[in-house]
């Protein structure tokens, strides 16, 4: 079962350098998610798909780009990459179109640090 | 705005000890609470949930417990084990589209 697969798994990258990370998930599911990891804050909502063809800021939003492909994928672009991006980032699902279950199911992360 | 701390970690106990991970949160209405696992080397998991004042979310042996007077969430387990090893996140649900508001974690080391 592969549930949600992100890839890369790791990247280096340069400062001012651009990269996307991809995201694929097979549960038919509605909702997608992207979340960057940092040390002593949790994880934070960068981006956020309801449902195809729609996308919306979440808590930090900027330095990003995002776009909902189809059903089953949702990529996070890097413009231009900063060393504050440096980060562990995660995609994550869910069944719901609105509401709240609290059931995302998370990928195994994408480690990213910039130089 | 809505907020959740966390007791800063790490928590170091020895196998079959009593675990306790406290969870605080700062929330407009009635949010949903949730607590997370991730394992080493992977993404995070639900462990429980609660949606309500007064519910007891449990599974695999971890309890917590929706208070809303003391607005807390804390994580229980009477005894751990080694493969409990892992980092806990609280959550909160304040509302709309899974958007969750997460705590900064808690790693736990349980030792033989």
């Known amino acids: 079962n592969a549930g949600v697969t992100q890839t890369p798994k790791f990247q280096v990258l340069k400062t001012g350098q651009s990269m996307t990370l991809q995201c694929a998930q097979d549960?038919?599911?509605?909702?997608m998610y992207w979340y960057r990891q940092d040390p002593g804050m949790g994880l934070r909502l960068i981006y956020y798909?309801?449902?195809?063809?729609?996308?919306d800021k979440g808590e930090v939003p900027n330095g990003y780009n995002v776009s909902r492909l189809n059903k089953r994928e949702f990529s996070l672009r890097l413009e231009s990459a900063a060393p504050s991006q440096t980060s562990v980032y995660f995609c994550?699902?869910?069944?719901?179109?609105?509401?709240?279950?609290?059931?995302?199911?998370f990928g195994e992360g994408s480690r990213l640090t910039v130089l | 705005g809505n907020s959740v701390t966390q007791m800063e970690g790490p928590v170091t106990l020895s196998e079959e000890a009593f675990l306790t991970i406290n969870c605080t949160y700062t929330a407009t209405g009635y949010p949903s609470l949730f607590w997370y696992v991730q394992y080493p080397g992977e993404g995070l998991q639900l462990l429980l949930k609660a949606t309500k004042a007064d519910d007891k979310g449990s599974n695999k042996g971890f309890e917590a417990t929706y208070r809303k007077e003391t607005t807390s969430f804390h994580l229980e387990k009477g005894s751990v084990q080694v493969s409990d090893s892992a980092v806990y996140f609280c959550?909160?649900?304040?509302?709309?589209?899974?958007?969750?508001?997460f705590g900064a974690g808690t790693r736990l080391a349980v030792h033989p």
């Open positions: 994550a699902s869910s069944e719901l179109t609105s509401g709240v279950d609290g059931e995302l199911f």
């Open positions: 959550a909160l649900g304040p509302g709309g589209y899974n958007k969750l508001i």
């Open positions: 549960m038919n599911h509605n909702s």
């Open positions: 798909s309801a449902s195809e063809g729609t996308t």
